[in-house]
C-alpha cells in the first residue's frame, strides 16, 4: 500500500490527480505550524482538558483514561479549535515549560536533552555571567559566592607551584589590587595594602623562617641561642621597645632572664634599661661573643641595625623577642 504521509511528522502528500489539492496543502502547513518547536505543559497527562488554550501542547501518558488508550504516548496540539495528534520518532526535540529543560524523545522515554553536555572538568575556561579570557579561566559575576560543604568540612585551597611564587587573596577596587593576603614570595603569610596603586606594604606577617608574628608596629618572635653563644636579631626599625623572655620546660616562662628595654640601632646606638630581673645584663654598644655576660645569665646589647643575644647558661635557651614601636 502506497505511504500518503511523510514519516516524521505525517505531513500529507497531495496525490497525482487529486481534488482540492489545497486542502491537502494547508493540513500541511497546519501541522508544521503546529507540532514545530513544541514547548509541552505536561508530559503525562491522562485526560484531554476540557477547555484548552490554543496552541497548548501535552503528550498522553502510558496509561491514560480508558478513551485515551489508543492516544498513549502521543503528542496533543490544540489549534483552530481542533486536537493535531503527533507520534513521536526518535530525536524529537520538545522544550519542558514545567522544567524549562529540553527533553528529547530516544524512542521509549523523553529525556533531558542537555545529558550528552560537555564533562565540566575538561572545560577550557568558565564565565558565569562573566567573560573569561586564558589569563583568567574562571570569571564570576555574582552579588555572592557560596562554596558549601559536602558532607562536614570544606576548604578552599590556593595552590602555588614554588616556595618562591605567590599564592594569595587579593582585594580589590574597581579591578585595582588595594588589599592581598596570603603566601607572597618567602615571607610566609603576609597581609599587605596597595592604597596609592602603585607600592605595596606589609601590614603584617608570620615569617616561614621563625614562629612569632611581625608587623610595622609590633614583632615578635622565638630565637634559639646556643650555650656560650650569641644571635643578632634585626630590629624593625632603628627605635623602640623590645621585651625579652627566657622560656624554660621548668618554670616557664623564666621570668629572672626577662626584661623591657628601649633601643636605637640606628645612627645613635643605645640600650636603656626600663625593667630587668637579676640574670639579664644590658651591655649596651659592647661586642658580645659568648663569654662577656656573668655565667648562668642573659647579655643584650646593640648593633647597627640588630640586638644581640648572648647565652651564658650550660645549655640551648629558647627567648620569646617582642618588638614595639
Same mark, same amino acid.
Given at each position: 500500500?502506497p505511504?500518503?504521509?511523510?514519516e516524521?511528522?505525517?505531513?500529507?502528500?497531495?496525490?497525482?490527480?487529486?481534488?482540492?489539492?489545497?486542502i491537502?496543502?494547508?493540513?500541511?502547513?497546519?501541522?508544521?505550524?503546529t507540532?514545530?518547536?513544541?514547548?509541552?505543559s505536561?508530559?503525562?497527562?491522562t485526560?484531554?482538558?476540557?477547555?484548552?488554550?490554543?496552541?497548548?501542547?501535552?503528550?498522553?501518558?502510558?496509561?491514560p483514561?480508558?478513551?485515551?488508550?489508543?492516544?498513549?504516548?502521543?503528542?496533543?496540539v490544540?489549534q483552530?479549535?481542533?486536537?493535531?495528534?503527533?507520534?513521536p520518532?526518535?530525536?524529537?526535540?520538545?522544550?519542558?515549560?514545567?522544567e524549562?529543560?529540553?527533553?528529547?524523545?530516544?524512542?521509549?522515554?523523553w529525556v533531558f536533552?542537555?545529558?550528552?553536555?560537555?564533562?565540566?572538568?575538561?572545560?577550557?575556561?568558565?564565565?558565569?555571567?562573566?567573560?573569561?579570557?586564558?589569563?583568567?579561566?574562571?570569571?564570576?559575576?555574582?552579588e555572592?559566592t557560596?562554596?558549601?560543604h559536602?558532607?562536614? +568540612?570544606h576548604r578552599? #585551597?590556593?595552590n602555588?607551584?614554588?616556595?618562591?611564587? =605567590?599564592? @594569595?587573596?587579593?582585594?580589590? /577596587? %574597581?579591578?585595582?589590587g588595594?588589599?592581598?593576603?596570603?603566601?607572597?614570595?618567602?615571607?610566609g603569610l603576609a597581609?599587605?595594602?596597595?592604597m596609592?596603586?602603585?607600592?605595596?606594604?606589609?601590614r603584617?606577617?608570620?615569617?616561614?623562617?621563625?614562629?612569632?608574628?611581625?608587623?610595622?608596629?609590633?614583632?615578635s618572635?622565638?630565637?634559639?641561642?646556643?650555650?656560650?653563644g650569641?644571635?643578632?636579631?634585626?630590629?624593625?626599625?632603628?627605635?623602640?621597645?623590645?621585651?625579652i623572655?627566657l622560656?624554660?620546660?621548668?618554670g616557664y616562662?623564666?621570668?629572672?632572664?626577662?626584661?623591657i628595654?628601649?633601643?636605637?640601632t640606628?645612627?645613635?646606638?643605645?640600650?636603656?634599661?626600663?625593667?630587668?630581673? +637579676?640574670d639579664?645584663? #644590658?651591655?649596651?654598644?659592647?661586642?658580645?661573643?659568648? =663569654?662577656? @655576660?656573668?655565667?648562668?645569665? /642573659? %647579655?643584650l646589647?646593640?648593633?647597627?641595625?640588630?640586638?644581640?643575644?648572648?647565652?651564658?647558661t650550660?645549655?640551648?635557651?629558647?627567648?620569646?623577642?617582642?618588638?614595639?614601636?
Amino acid at each position: 500500500m502506497p505511504t500518503y504521509t511523510t514519516e516524521k511528522f505525517q505531513l500529507p502528500y497531495m496525490a497525482p490527480s487529486q481534488a482540492s489539492k489545497h486542502i491537502t496543502h494547508n493540513e500541511a502547513l497546519q501541522r508544521l505550524d503546529t507540532g514545530l518547536y513544541l514547548a509541552v505543559s505536561d508530559f503525562a497527562t491522562t485526560q484531554i482538558p476540557i477547555e484548552p488554550d490554543d496552541g497548548l501542547a501535552i503528550i498522553i501518558g502510558e496509561t491514560p483514561d480508558p478513551h485515551l488508550t489508543q492516544r498513549a504516548g502521543q503528542i496533543a496540539v490544540f489549534q483552530d479549535g481542533t486536537w493535531v495528534w503527533f507520534t513521536p520518532a526518535p530525536g524529537w526535540v520538545i522544550w519542558s515549560l514545567s522544567e524549562a529543560r529540553l527533553r528529547v524523545f530516544d524512542g521509549l522515554n523523553w529525556v533531558f536533552g542537555d545529558h550528552g553536555a560537555p564533562v565540566l572538568d575538561e572545560l577550557p575556561q568558565l564565565g558565569l555571567n562573566a567573560t573569561a579570557s586564558e589569563a583568567q579561566r574562571l570569571a564570576i559575576s555574582s552579588e555572592t559566592t557560596l562554596f558549601n560543604h559536602d558532607g562536614t +568540612d570544606h576548604r578552599l #585551597n590556593i595552590n602555588r607551584a614554588t616556595a618562591g611564587d =605567590t599564592a @594569595s587573596l587579593v582585594l580589590q /577596587t %574597581g579591578f585595582t589590587g588595594q588589599a592581598e593576603i596570603g603566601l607572597s614570595g618567602s615571607e610566609g603569610l603576609a597581609v599587605k595594602t596597595n592604597m596609592d596603586g602603585s607600592e605595596w606594604t606589609t601590614r603584617l606577617s608570620c615569617p616561614d623562617d621563625t614562629p612569632g608574628v611581625s608587623a610595622p608596629a609590633f614583632r615578635s618572635r622565638r630565637i634559639v641561642v646556643q650555650a656560650d653563644g650569641t644571635a643578632v636579631v634585626p630590629t624593625p626599625g632603628h627605635g623602640g621597645l623590645v621585651a625579652i623572655t627566657l622560656i624554660s620546660e621548668v618554670g616557664y616562662p623564666r621570668s629572672s632572664h626577662s626584661g623591657i628595654f628601649v633601643y636605637d640601632t640606628g645612627l645613635s646606638l643605645k640600650l636603656i634599661t626600663l625593667a630587668a630581673l +637579676d640574670d639579664i645584663e #644590658n651591655h649596651d654598644t659592647m661586642a658580645l661573643t659568648g =663569654t662577656v @655576660s656573668t655565667p648562668d645569665r /642573659t %647579655g643584650l646589647a646593640v648593633q647597627s641595625g640588630a640586638l644581640v643575644l648572648e647565652n651564658r647558661t650550660t645549655v640551648p635557651r629558647d627567648y620569646s623577642v617582642t618588638f614595639i614601636g
